[in-house]
Each structure stands twice: as C-alpha cells, then as structure tokens.
C-alpha cells in the first residue's frame, strides 16, 4: 500500500536560519508531489508542485524553494526564514488528475 | 492561487442535523474533491466528482456539482459529534497539468 511520510513534526528556527523539509512517498511510481502551507484556520495555499524528477512549478513567489532529486522524495528549502514562514506545511501527492490525494500528517513551523 | 472557496467559514448544528456546505470556484475543471480535516492534522479525502458528474454519494456523504455556476455542494446527513472538522473543496483545473488547489474550508463544529 501506498504511504508518505513527512518530517519533522514541529519544528522552532530563529529567524535567519535554513530551512529542509522532507516528504518521501511508498508503493507507487512517478506520484506528483505537492506542499502547501496552511495559516491558523485558514485553507491550503499551493506551494509548490512536481510532475516528475527535476521538474518543479512554483506557484507563489516567497522565500522558499523546492526540490525533487528521486522520483518519490520532495524537499522544501529556504537559505534564511523569515517570521512570515510560520505555519503548517503540508505534502501530498496524488497518482493522477482523477485520483484522490494523499497528504502527510504535517510539518509545523514556527520562526521566532 | 486559491481556485475554491468554501461557504459558510464556519457552521454550528446539533447532532442529528444536515450539515451543507458549498464550494465556488473560478475555472473549467476537471473534477473537484473534498477533504477532511482534523485539527492540526492532514487532510483526508472523501469524495471525488468529476466535470461530467452531476451527483455522487458515500455513506452519510452526497456531493454535488454545477459546473454551469462553477459550484459544489457537500451534504452531511445526521451528523455527528465526531464530523466536527474543517472541510474543504480542491479542484483540479482544466488545461493546468495536475495542479491541485483549495479553497478555505468551512469549519464545522456538531454538538452533542
């Protein structure tokens, strides 16, 4: 069966320091990968999404990036947080435009 | 972007009653999903429906779509203490590969 994990759970940075979230996938092949981040009772907002290795559509211009170096691992990154950052990250992926999508159990960030 | 945006933000009912929510959104699609959410968790999909579907049901769960007014409806029927959650509308536009994008979410709290 297909699993995803995400990691770390919580995680407290100062401001200024680097960012590397992981989000990996099992059971299935060429997935397409997505990370949101969600404000405190807010909805999701689009990050990032991957349609395969290496290819990486941005879809809102902020301070982090991302990365998908193997076919079921995606990494969101900064080089230097800002208090902006904070929230819950979240991975998902989904295995084509008419299937559901799976999310990980989340990342959240706080940046003080 | 945030393509959907669910209505109401928020709901209150006792347990027994229907709870509906409804989801606009502002481009063709290809289908459109909805989740839920714990708090502070992932999300989990419940229903998918797809552009050329008019009605899908699942347990205590009927959507709807009208993709003439770009809208969708989520029934809960006789809920439950234990729907208490945040639910939100994701569609996947036409034409946009396999983007995956939410709406807000409405947050509904069921009462004993």
């Known amino acids: 069966s297909q699993t995803i994990h995400q990691w770390p759970a919580t995680l407290v940075q100062p401001v200024g320091s680097p960012l590397s979230l992981e989000c990996t996938v099992e059971?299935?092949?060429?997935?397409?990968l997505y990370w949101y981040r969600q404000a405190a009772g807010r909805g999701l907002q689009l990050l990032f999404y991957?349609?395969?290795?290496?290819?990486i559509s941005s879809e809102v211009p902020q301070n982090l990036s991302a990365s998908r170096p193997q076919d079921r691992q995606f990494i969101l990154s900064s080089k230097k947080l800002l208090l902006s950052d904070s929230g819950f990250y979240l991975c998902?992926?989904?295995?084509?435009?008419?299937?559901?999508?799976?999310f990980g159990q989340g990342t959240r960030l706080t940046v003080v | 972007s945030q393509q959907g945006e669910e209505d109401p933000q928020a709901l209150s009912i006792q347990e027994g009653e229907n709870a509906t929510m409804n989801c606009s959104y502002k481009?063709?699609?290809?289908?459109l999903q909805w989740y839920r959410q714990n708090s502070g968790r992932g999300l989990v999909h419940l229903i998918l429906i797809r552009s050329n579907e008019r009605e899908k049901h699942s347990g205590r769960l009927r959507v709807t779509l009208d993709t003439s007014k770009k809208s969708s409806s989520l029934l809960i029927t006789a809920s439950r203490a234990a729907d208490t959650a945040s639910y939100f509308c994701a569609t996947v536009p036409y034409n946009a590969g396999n983007m995956l994008t939410f709406g807000g979410g409405t947050r509904l709290m069921v009462k004993p």
């Open positions: 991957s349609v395969g290795i290496g290819q």
């Open positions: 481009t063709s699609i290809n289908n």
């Open positions: 059971g299935t092949s060429n997935p397409n």
């Open positions: 998902a992926w989904m295995g084509s435009m008419n299937t559901e999508a799976f």
